[in-house]
Every structure is written in structure tokens, then in C-alpha cells.
């Protein structure tokens, strides 16, 4: 059982028991819980779920819960309230912006038990002049609704790799020989089904466990040793890279590599993560695909942006500090938030100043490692940062973010992150567009206007590593390379084994070409603290 489905069910629940009004300390014990576990990324099993009730807010009442999911596959409780719940109404608990109390006036009162429903009253402006609505709100719900419905029956990368580890597990104990193909092998942000090649007859029994261990559709091509190649390369690329490729030249079926297509068609061989409608998402040229220069995970020698338990992380700056220099990185830079930040714990300037300290000791001690002392600086609503130039300025690094006031327009959302580029101050932009995957759309912006501020300005941009952000999109990467703008892969861990993250926005990175060179991660510690003081 994967660490984010049994999150998944705690969060299902807290949601659950606040639509049928259940006692409100009892609803934030479980939805702390679901927060903690899905920060947690070593995998919970029933010989280690016991180990939890060391981290404050489990108790001994959700560990139980806990070993309910791994033994039985869901909360009992949970099973119970959707017994007495349509389950076209629990899906209504998806959709951002419409909390429980929201879903229940609109089933109790309106009779409004499913999305379509949902959808169709709010076209109609039947939720505007109700109390706690409103026409904007009915605005938002509406919005939302269609976006839930868009993005409805799709996944993560990061929960999509984690099933596909477990499914490989099962065909190697079978001695199953599959390849991963499709929107995985890309490397897609978001996936909406995967994928294996495979020469091998599956019977039905290996089928079937293969399928219940998944939430996502799983298709296993089978084929024979003389189509593989083939079926290899026709279930990879996307419909719009596919479509540009003249299949009546590969008169043959039995290729013995897909080198050997790519010389059948005449083109130059690209990988499979580069295998997109080339010329919509690409702004500037063909992406780079040499490996002498592709970024890398290996090429990564420090992690940037991390919190620790001063504001909303699990670990102490040692413990961090110290799983992150025994995972052999040159460097790590905590950015815990800032002052306005009151939801996540934020940073005072009176802790800051106590953390810096911290951090100084720290680094006395260990001369081949060092701590950026740093902050992700809330950019507050009219653009300026979250402390003064006099506090700004003791700092090594800082990350600039919009974490509130999301209701902007274009411009407005363009013209706030620009001032907060142009402070002299800021060294990173953080998650570009505050997107959250298939969860949210974050606010417009300017992709153009904002890059160039950075180039003007010499500030890096981020590419948040977190798989529910992956931000920004890597379809503008190619332009930022052309500006000259560096980037940062950051994995914006709360926990320490989450700095592995950065291989998720490396990933991404990769679709568009990103090079070793343009990547602030990949210089050593003295060039990156020279290229912070430019």
C-alpha cells in the first residue's frame, strides 16, 4: 500500500466525517494525520506502521486505522460513512473550493447529488443568490467543477511511479521480462494509464494480481519478439508526435532496436521522454537530446529549498543537514517560510535570527558541507517581500513565493511577481504559477514578461520538484535557456528522504532539454554562492 492511497483515505475521511457533522477536533486528529503521512516517503508496512507513534499528532487511535488499511485495504469507518453516503456526492468532495459543509447544504437543501448537477445549477445561477455562495463563488465552483471533470481519471508522476515499482516487483518475481512504455516512459507529468511491452504470455491469474494492485488503468502490450521493437515505438510517443510520423515508410514489422526506425524514417533518433508534439511545446528550437549535456540526476551536487521543523517540516536542521551531506551533496539550503506564513508556522524575525545562529554552528563544525542560510519569502499582495532589507540581508538565499491572494488576473499576477523579482534580494523564483496538479490551476501570468524580469534581473527560476507542482512547466524551459535564465530544481522537501524529489523535476527537465550547464543544482558550492552574490 503506497504511502499517498493510505493519506488518500485519511483525508477521504476527514471530509467524510465533517459532511455528516461529526465532532471538529476529531476531523483536524485525522486530517493532520493525512498531511503527515503523505509527507512521509519511507513506505509504511504492518512491520513498521507501529514506528509512527513516535511523530507527534498519531496516536494510538490512528495507528489503528493504519493497520486497518494495511491488513483489510480500507478505514472501517470510512467504509461505514460511504454506506450511508451516494457515492455521486463523495465525488463532489473533489472538486477545490466546495469544503463538506458547502456539499452537504448543497445535497441537503438543493437536492444536488452529483457534478453534472453541480455543473448545470451553476449555469443556471442557482447557487448566486444563496446564503454562503454568492455569484462569485458560484463563479469559482463552476470553474472548478469543469476542471475536476478535465482532469478526472488522471495521476501524478510521483504515485504513478511508486505503483509501477510495485508492478515490476510482481513480473520479476514471475520472471517476467516488460518494458515500460507510454505516458510513464515519457516521463509525464501527470499520467492517465500505464503502460508495458512484453513478449511474455501473461496468464490470467498474473493479470489480475498485476490490476489489484493498482488504482490506474493498467495495459500490458503482449507481442511477439519480432513486433516488439515496433509496438515498442508506436506505444510511446504522444497522438500529436505519432501523427507526425509517416508510418507507410516502416513497410516491416521486425526491427531489432528503434535506432533502427528512426533510420527507416530518415530522422534523427530522440528519446522517449522528448517524444511530444515537438513544435507546439517547444518555444524556441528542437529540444536538446546529446547526454553530454542533458541534465542528469547524478549532476546534481546540492539541494535547495527545504524546510525543517522551525516552520511546517518534520526534521530538525541537523538531521536534515546531516541525511543530506551523508547522501554525499556538497550543499543544502533551508528555506523555511516566512513571517506571514502563520498556517505553515512561519518565521519570526526573532526564530530567524535563532536559526541562523544554528545553522552557523552547524556549519563550524563540518568544513566539506555547507548550509545556505535561507527563506522562501511569502510576495505579499502588492509584490513586496516578507521582511525588511535589514533582515534580507544576512541571508544566503532566497526564495520568493505567492502562497496567497490567488484570485488575480493576468496582469495583476504579472505585475505582483515582477516586483518581487526586481527586489534586490530575491534570488529564486519559487512555483511559478502556485499550480497544484489536478488539483488546481494556479492564477495567469505572462510566462514571457515574467522570464524576461528574470533575465533583466539575474534571478534564478525554480522548478518545484514536489510532484503536485512540478513548477513551472517544463514546455518553457526552452525559453528561459534562451533568456539565459538558470534554473533550479528544488524538491521543496518537508521531510528529508523527500529531497529524492529532485528526481522527479529532473525528469521533467529532461523533456525539454534542460542542460547541465543551465541548472544552478549542478555548480559547486564556491560558483553557487559567487553566481547568488551577482
Known amino acids: ?79 461505514e460513512y460511504e454506506k450511508t453516503t451516494p457515492t455521486s456526492v463523495i465525488e463532489m468532495l473533489n472538486i477545490r473550493g466546495l469544503g463538506p459543509s458547502k456539499v452537504y447544504r448543497l445535497w441537503k437543501e438543493l437536492n444536488i447529488e452529483n457534478v453534472d448537477d ?39 508522476l510521483g504515485l504513478a511511479l511508486s505503483i509501477a515499482k510495485q508492478i515490476e516487483k510482481i513480473f520479476h518475481q514471475h520472471n517476467v521480462k516488460a518494458e515500460i512504455t507510454g505516458e510513464l516512459r515519457r516521463q509525464c507529468e501527470v499520467i492517465s494509464k500505464l503502460e508495458w511491452i512484453t513478449t511474455h504470455k501473461m496468464d490470467d491469474e498474473l493479470q489480475e494480481q498485476i490490476q489489484s494492485l493498482s488504482e490506474i488503468p493498467v495495459i500490458i502490450h503482449q507481442v511477439s519478439k519480432e513486433r516488439y521493437y515496433y509496438t515498442l515505438f508506436q506505444t510511446t510517443g504522444s497522438k500529436e508526435y505519432l501523427n507526425q510520423i509517416d508510418f507507410h515508410l516502416l513497410k516491416k514489422k521486425d526491427y531489432t532496436s528503434e535506432e533502427e ?33 542533458l541534465l542528469q540526476f547524478e549532476d546534481i551536487k546540492g539541494i535547495l529549498h527545504c524546510h525543517t521543523n522551525y516552520s511546517d517540516g518534520l526534521n530538525t536542521v541537523s538531521e536534515l543537514a546531516d541525511f543530506v551531506r551523508t547522501q554525499g551533496f556538497e550543499y543544502l539550503a533551508i528555506c523555511d517560510h516566512s513571517q506571514s506564513a502563520k498556517y505553515a508556522n512561519g518565521l519570526s524575525e526573532e526564530r530567524l535570527f535563532q536559526q541562523i545562529e544554528e545553522i552557523n554552528r552547524y556549519n563550524e563544525k563540518h568544513s566539506n558541507f555547507k548550509i545556505l542560510k535561507g527563506i522562501e519569502s511569502d510576495i505579499l499582495k502588492d509584490g513586496s517581500l516578507d521582511y525588511s532589507s535589514d533582515v534580507l540581508k544576512h541571508l544566503d538565499i532566497v526564495v520568493a513565493s505567492i502562497h496567497n491572494h490567488f484570485e488575480m488576473s493576468e496582469e495583476e499576477a504579472t505585475k505582483r511577481i515582477i516586483k518581487a523579482i526586481e527586489n534586490p534580494h530575491t534570488h529564486i523564483l519559487g512555483h511559478l504559477t502556485g499550480r497544484l496538479l489536478l488539483i488546481r490551476k494556479g492564477y495567469p501570468i505572462n510566462h514571457k514578461k515574467v522570464i524576461d524580469a528574470c533575465a533583466a534581473n539575474n534571478v534564478i527560476i525554480e522548478l518545484n520538484a514536489n510532484t503536485y507542482r512540478l513548477d513551472i512547466d517544463w514546455r518553457w524551459l526552452q525559453y528561459c535557456m534562451k533568456k539565459e535564465v538558470k534554473i533550479a530544481i528544488n524538491p521543496d522537501a518537508h521531510e528529508k528522504t523527500a529531497i529524492y524529489d529532485t528526481r522527479y523535476g529532473v525528469m521533467v527537465a529532461q523533456k525539454a532539454g534542460l542542460t547541465k550547464e543551465m541548472c544552478l543544482n549542478t555548480y559547486s558550492i564556491k560558483n553557487v554562492l559567487n553566481f547568488l552574490k551577482k
Open 1 to 79: 500500500m503506497n504511502n499517498l492511497l493510505i493519506a488518500e483515505q485519511f483525508h477521504l475521511l476527514a471530509k467524510m466525517m465533517e459532511l455528516h457533522q461529526e465532532n471538529v477536533f476529531k476531523i483536524k486528529a485525522i486530517a493532520n494525520a493525512a498531511s503527515i503521512i503523505e509527507k512521509l516517503h519511507q513506505d509504511i508496512t504492518l512491520q513498521n506502521y507501529h514506528q509512527l507513534a513516535e511523530i507527534k499528532g498519531i496516536g494510538k487511535n490512528i495507528l489503528e486505522k493504519i493497520k486497518e488499511i494495511l491488513s483489510n485495504g480500507k478505514i472501517k469507518e470510512l467504509e
Open 118 to 156: 453541480l455543473i448545470t445549477a451553476c449555469k443556471q445561477n442557482k447557487l448566486a443568490n444563496i446564503k454562503g455562495f454568492g455569484t462569485k463563488t458560484q463563479q469559482t465552483i463552476l470553474e472548478n467543477a469543469e476542471f475536476y471533470i478535465q482532469n478526472k481519471n488522471k495521476y501524478q
Open 261 to 293: 526506425i528512426f533510420e527507416t524514417l530518415g530522422i534523427q533518433p530522440i528519446p522517449a521522454f522528448q517524444r511530444e508534439s515537438n513544435e507546439e511545446h517547444y518555444e524556441v528550437q528542437k529540444p536538446i537530446f546529446n547526454n553530454a549535456y
